[in-house]
Protein backbone atom coordinates (compact mmCIF):
# COMPACT_ATOMS: atom_id res chain seq x y z
CA UNK A 1 0.00 0.00 0.00
CA UNK A 2 1.76 2.92 -1.21
CA UNK A 3 1.64 6.03 0.93
CA UNK A 4 0.10 9.47 0.19
CA UNK A 5 1.87 10.59 -3.14
CA UNK A 6 2.78 14.35 -4.01
CA UNK A 7 3.78 15.26 -7.01
CA UNK A 8 5.86 16.92 -8.48
CA UNK A 9 8.43 16.72 -5.76
CA UNK A 10 9.67 20.29 -6.85
CA UNK A 11 8.30 22.73 -9.24
CA UNK A 12 9.72 26.19 -10.43
CA UNK A 13 7.46 29.11 -11.79
CA UNK A 14 8.01 32.22 -12.89
CA UNK A 15 5.75 35.29 -11.40
CA UNK A 16 2.37 35.26 -13.15
CA UNK A 17 2.54 31.58 -14.21
CA UNK A 18 0.06 28.44 -12.39
CA UNK A 19 1.50 25.71 -9.88
CA UNK A 20 -0.54 22.71 -9.90
CA UNK A 21 0.35 20.54 -7.45
CA UNK A 22 -1.33 16.98 -7.28
CA UNK A 23 -1.72 14.41 -3.56
CA UNK A 24 -2.69 11.08 -4.63
CA UNK A 25 -3.92 9.79 -1.30
CA UNK A 26 -3.45 6.08 0.25
CA UNK A 27 -5.81 3.45 -0.80
CA UNK A 28 -8.95 3.71 0.61
CA UNK A 29 -9.12 7.29 1.88
CA UNK A 30 -10.94 10.00 1.17
CA UNK A 31 -10.28 12.90 3.73
CA UNK A 32 -7.53 15.22 2.28
CA UNK A 33 -5.77 17.89 4.10
CA UNK A 34 -3.54 20.62 2.50
CA UNK A 35 -0.75 22.49 4.60
CA UNK A 36 1.49 25.38 3.27
CA UNK A 37 4.84 25.94 5.59
CA UNK A 38 6.87 28.46 5.13
CA UNK A 39 10.91 28.79 5.79
CA UNK A 40 11.10 28.48 9.35
CA UNK A 41 7.20 28.34 9.92
CA UNK A 42 5.25 25.84 11.29
CA UNK A 43 2.04 24.10 9.23
CA UNK A 44 -0.36 26.33 8.19
CA UNK A 45 -3.82 24.69 7.80
CA UNK A 46 -5.52 25.51 3.77
CA UNK A 47 -8.57 23.44 3.08
CA UNK A 48 -10.25 19.69 3.59
CA UNK A 49 -11.29 18.28 1.17
CA UNK A 50 -13.91 14.92 0.74
CA UNK A 51 -14.27 13.16 -2.55
CA UNK A 52 -16.09 15.64 -4.69
CA UNK A 53 -16.68 18.02 -1.96
CA UNK A 54 -14.81 21.08 -0.05
CA UNK A 55 -15.37 20.46 3.61
CA UNK A 56 -13.38 23.17 5.44
CA UNK A 57 -11.08 26.05 3.35
CA UNK A 58 -10.94 28.35 6.14
CA UNK A 59 -7.18 28.71 5.70
CA UNK A 60 -6.94 28.96 2.04
CA UNK A 61 -6.53 32.73 0.37
CA UNK A 62 -9.51 33.96 -0.85
CA UNK A 63 -7.69 34.76 -4.19
CA UNK A 64 -5.87 33.01 -6.52
CA UNK A 65 -5.69 29.82 -4.73
CA UNK A 66 -8.82 26.67 -5.49
CA UNK A 67 -8.32 22.95 -4.22
CA UNK A 68 -10.24 20.19 -5.74
CA UNK A 69 -10.82 16.35 -4.99
CA UNK A 70 -12.94 14.87 -7.78
CA UNK A 71 -14.29 11.10 -8.39
CA UNK A 72 -11.58 9.54 -10.19
CA UNK A 73 -7.94 10.96 -9.64
CA UNK A 74 -5.81 12.59 -7.50
CA UNK A 75 -6.32 16.18 -5.48
CA UNK A 76 -5.54 19.37 -7.26
CA UNK A 77 -4.35 22.53 -5.60
CA UNK A 78 -4.10 25.25 -8.15
CA UNK A 79 -2.55 28.34 -7.86
CA UNK A 80 -3.05 31.06 -10.58
CA UNK A 81 -0.45 34.07 -11.10
CA UNK A 82 2.13 32.81 -8.60
CA UNK A 83 4.07 35.39 -6.61
CA UNK A 84 7.39 35.01 -4.83
CA UNK A 85 5.67 34.64 -1.61
CA UNK A 86 3.85 31.84 -2.61
CA UNK A 87 7.23 29.73 -2.73
CA UNK A 88 6.66 27.14 -0.05
CA UNK A 89 6.74 23.86 0.82
CA UNK A 90 2.71 22.26 0.03
CA UNK A 91 1.90 19.06 1.69
CA UNK A 92 -0.66 16.93 1.55
CA UNK A 93 -2.29 14.53 4.08
CA UNK A 94 -4.67 11.73 3.96
CA UNK A 95 -7.05 9.86 5.96
CA UNK A 96 -9.40 6.85 5.96
CA UNK A 97 -13.15 7.81 4.80
CA UNK A 98 -16.41 8.33 6.94
CA UNK A 99 -16.60 9.53 10.14
CA UNK A 100 -13.59 6.93 11.97
CA UNK A 101 -11.67 9.09 9.24
CA UNK A 102 -11.62 11.52 12.11
CA UNK A 103 -10.54 9.15 14.43
CA UNK A 104 -7.37 7.62 13.45
CA UNK A 105 -4.02 8.53 11.53
CA UNK A 106 -3.64 11.36 9.12
CA UNK A 107 -0.68 10.20 6.74
CA UNK A 108 1.57 12.85 5.19
CA UNK A 109 2.85 13.11 1.56
CA UNK A 110 6.55 14.28 1.07
CA UNK A 111 5.48 17.68 -0.03
CA UNK A 112 5.99 19.47 -2.96
CA UNK A 113 8.37 22.68 -3.01
CA UNK A 114 7.28 25.46 -4.80
CA UNK A 115 9.74 27.96 -6.00
CA UNK A 116 8.63 31.40 -7.69
CA UNK A 117 11.35 33.44 -9.79
CA UNK B 1 -9.95 29.23 17.17
CA UNK B 2 -7.37 26.29 17.59
CA UNK B 3 -3.86 27.58 18.68
CA UNK B 4 -0.99 25.31 19.83
CA UNK B 5 2.23 26.13 21.66
CA UNK B 6 5.34 24.31 22.13
CA UNK B 7 7.70 24.23 24.14
CA UNK B 8 10.78 24.59 24.01
CA UNK B 9 11.08 25.75 20.64
CA UNK B 10 14.37 24.34 20.29
CA UNK B 11 16.49 21.33 22.53
CA UNK B 12 20.23 19.94 22.41
CA UNK B 13 20.63 17.40 24.37
CA UNK B 14 23.33 14.57 24.94
CA UNK B 15 23.06 11.26 23.90
CA UNK B 16 21.37 8.93 26.11
CA UNK B 17 19.36 11.77 28.07
CA UNK B 18 15.68 10.96 28.73
CA UNK B 19 13.80 14.66 27.26
CA UNK B 20 10.27 15.64 27.59
CA UNK B 21 8.81 17.88 24.66
CA UNK B 22 5.55 19.92 25.78
CA UNK B 23 2.81 20.66 23.93
CA UNK B 24 -0.61 23.29 24.46
CA UNK B 25 -3.63 23.85 22.97
CA UNK B 26 -6.25 26.22 24.05
CA UNK B 27 -9.46 24.51 22.62
CA UNK B 28 -10.12 20.83 24.47
CA UNK B 29 -12.73 19.77 21.88
CA UNK B 30 -10.88 17.51 20.03
CA UNK B 31 -10.98 13.91 19.09
CA UNK B 32 -7.24 12.94 19.02
CA UNK B 33 -3.52 14.11 18.70
CA UNK B 34 -0.95 13.14 16.61
CA UNK B 35 2.79 13.76 17.06
CA UNK B 36 5.09 13.74 13.93
CA UNK B 37 8.48 13.88 13.74
CA UNK B 38 9.67 16.64 10.50
CA UNK B 39 13.61 15.81 8.87
CA UNK B 40 15.17 18.89 7.56
CA UNK B 41 13.80 19.78 3.70
CA UNK B 42 11.21 16.27 4.39
CA UNK B 43 7.71 15.56 4.74
CA UNK B 44 6.45 14.25 8.35
CA UNK B 45 6.48 11.08 9.86
CA UNK B 46 3.78 9.78 12.58
CA UNK B 47 5.01 9.02 15.13
CA UNK B 48 2.03 8.83 17.94
CA UNK B 49 -1.76 9.03 17.43
CA UNK B 50 -3.53 9.53 21.01
CA UNK B 51 -7.28 9.33 20.70
CA UNK B 52 -9.32 11.96 23.16
CA UNK B 53 -10.26 9.33 25.79
CA UNK B 54 -6.65 8.12 26.27
CA UNK B 55 -4.34 9.06 28.85
CA UNK B 56 -1.13 7.60 27.32
CA UNK B 57 0.31 5.81 24.46
CA UNK B 58 3.21 4.15 23.88
CA UNK B 59 5.41 3.44 20.97
CA UNK B 60 9.19 1.84 21.42
CA UNK B 61 11.14 4.49 23.17
CA UNK B 62 7.96 7.22 22.83
CA UNK B 63 5.64 7.67 24.92
CA UNK B 64 2.89 10.15 24.82
CA UNK B 65 0.63 11.55 27.39
CA UNK B 66 -2.70 13.37 27.52
CA UNK B 67 -4.59 15.37 29.20
CA UNK B 68 -7.76 16.56 27.34
CA UNK B 69 -9.23 18.90 30.16
CA UNK B 70 -6.09 20.87 30.67
CA UNK B 71 -5.11 21.27 27.01
CA UNK B 72 -2.02 19.67 27.77
CA UNK B 73 0.19 16.44 25.67
CA UNK B 74 3.62 15.57 26.33
CA UNK B 75 6.21 13.55 24.28
CA UNK B 76 8.92 11.29 26.37
CA UNK B 77 11.54 10.21 24.60
CA UNK B 78 14.37 7.81 26.38
CA UNK B 79 17.77 7.10 25.89
CA UNK B 80 18.02 9.85 23.35
CA UNK B 81 19.97 8.87 19.89
CA UNK B 82 21.71 11.24 17.00
CA UNK B 83 18.88 9.48 15.08
CA UNK B 84 15.93 11.50 17.35
CA UNK B 85 17.02 14.79 15.80
CA UNK B 86 14.40 16.41 13.80
CA UNK B 87 12.26 19.13 14.66
CA UNK B 88 8.78 17.62 16.33
CA UNK B 89 5.42 18.38 15.91
CA UNK B 90 2.01 17.84 17.79
CA UNK B 91 -1.51 18.46 16.05
CA UNK B 92 -4.56 18.59 17.65
CA UNK B 93 -7.38 17.10 15.50
CA UNK B 94 -10.74 19.36 16.84
CA UNK B 95 -14.24 18.99 15.69
CA UNK B 96 -13.59 20.76 12.05
CA UNK B 97 -11.73 17.95 11.29
CA UNK B 98 -8.51 19.03 10.08
CA UNK B 99 -4.77 18.91 12.16
CA UNK B 100 -3.88 22.20 13.58
CA UNK B 101 0.08 22.34 14.11
CA UNK B 102 2.07 24.19 16.63
CA UNK B 103 5.83 25.25 15.48
CA UNK B 104 7.85 22.72 16.73
CA UNK B 105 10.69 22.04 18.93
CA UNK B 106 14.04 21.62 17.02
CA UNK B 107 15.67 18.41 18.26
CA UNK B 108 19.16 17.93 18.26
CA UNK B 109 21.07 14.84 20.07
CA UNK B 110 24.78 15.37 20.33
CA UNK B 111 26.46 12.15 20.25
Known amino acids: NAGVMQNPRHLVRRRGQEARLRCSPM?????VYWYRQLPEEGLKFMVYLQKENIIDESGMPKERFSAEFPKEGPSILRIQQVVRGDSAAYFCASSPQGLRGMNTEAFFGQGTRLTVV | KQEVTQIPAALSVPEGENLVLNCSFTDSAIYNLQWFRQDPGKGLTSLLL?????REQTSGRLNASLDKSSGRSTLYIAASQPGDSATYLC??????????FGKGTKLSVKP
Open chain 1, 27 to 31: KGHSH
Open chain 2, 50 to 54: IQSSQ
Open chain 2, 91 to 100: APRGSQGNLI
